[in-house]
């Protein structure tokens, strides 16, 4: 079945250093690619978005390309920031097989930066 | 806008009683609700998809007669957990999407669970 995989974490960085978060994903069909964030306290929040091969999704200075070729839709960040800290939740939503907005959820990364 | 609370928050209990969740949209109508949970340093399971006036559909695997979902009304879903035994333990999450919207889920804080 459909899967995700993330980097283990935990990562902890300095402020202003260079962000990745590695995901890659397992599809039988041509599923839609997420990245969630969890703040502490918080419910899960949708960060980015891919929904179609090359696609490349970004917010708040976050980005992730949907690359079909490697199954990869890694997290970026140029600089970092100590409100970035929280767990980070890659994800795909694979319609045809699972159904529509079921997600499937990767374990998880907890990000603490430093100041 | 777009806030999901769960209740409570956190709860003990002790093993064979039963437990409710409660999942709330507090500012959107949710004709779809779902309902996850999460173990220790492990990914979100889905468990069932609760559609407002309908029964709920479990994945496989999750028993429902254990795992008692109702989803009374647009705003409200609730989660029963029944006869809990300590590895009913976990961290349980809804997620609900706004009538009409575009698909995006909103998640609930989450309510951990001790079964002793």
């Known amino acids: 079945g459909d899967s995700v995989t993330q980097m283990e974490g935990p990562v902890t960085l300095s402020e202003e250093a260079f962000l990745t978060i590695n995901c890659t994903y397992t599809?039988?069909?041509?599923?839609?690619l997420f990245w969630y964030v969890q703040y502490p306290g918080e419910g899960l929040q949708l960060l980015l978005k891919?929904?179609?091969?090359?696609d490349k999704g970004s917010n708040k200075g976050f980005e992730a390309t949907y690359r079909k070729e490697t199954t990869s839709f890694h997290l970026e960040k140029g600089s970092v920031q100590v409100s970035d800290s929280a767990v980070y939740f890659c994800a795909l939503s694979d319609p045809v097989i699972q159904g529509a907005q079921k997600l499937v959820f990767g374990q998880g990364t907890r990000l603490t930066i430093n100041p | 806008g777009a806030v999901v609370s769960q209740h409570p928050s956190r709860v003990i209990c002790k093993s064979g009683t039963s437990v409710k969740i409660e999942c709330r949209s507090l500012d959107f109508q949710a004709t779809t609700m779902f309902w996850y949970r999460q173990f220790p340093k492990q990914s979100l399971m889905l468990m069932a998809t609760s559609n407002e006036g309908s029964k709920a559909t479990y994945e496989q695997g999750v028993e429902k007669d254990k795992f008692l979902i109702n989803h009374a009304s647009l705003t409200l879903s609730t989660l029963t957990v029944t006869s809990a035994h300590p590895e009913d333990s976990s961290f349980y999450i809804c997620?609900?999407?706004?009538?009409?919207?575009?698909?995006?889920?909103?998640f609930g804080p989450g309510t951990r669970l001790t079964v002793t």
């Open positions: 997620s609900a999407l706004r009538a009409g919207g575009p698909g995006e889920q909103y």
């Open positions: 599809a039988t069909g041509y599923p839609s």
């Open positions: 891919a929904t179609k091969a090359d």
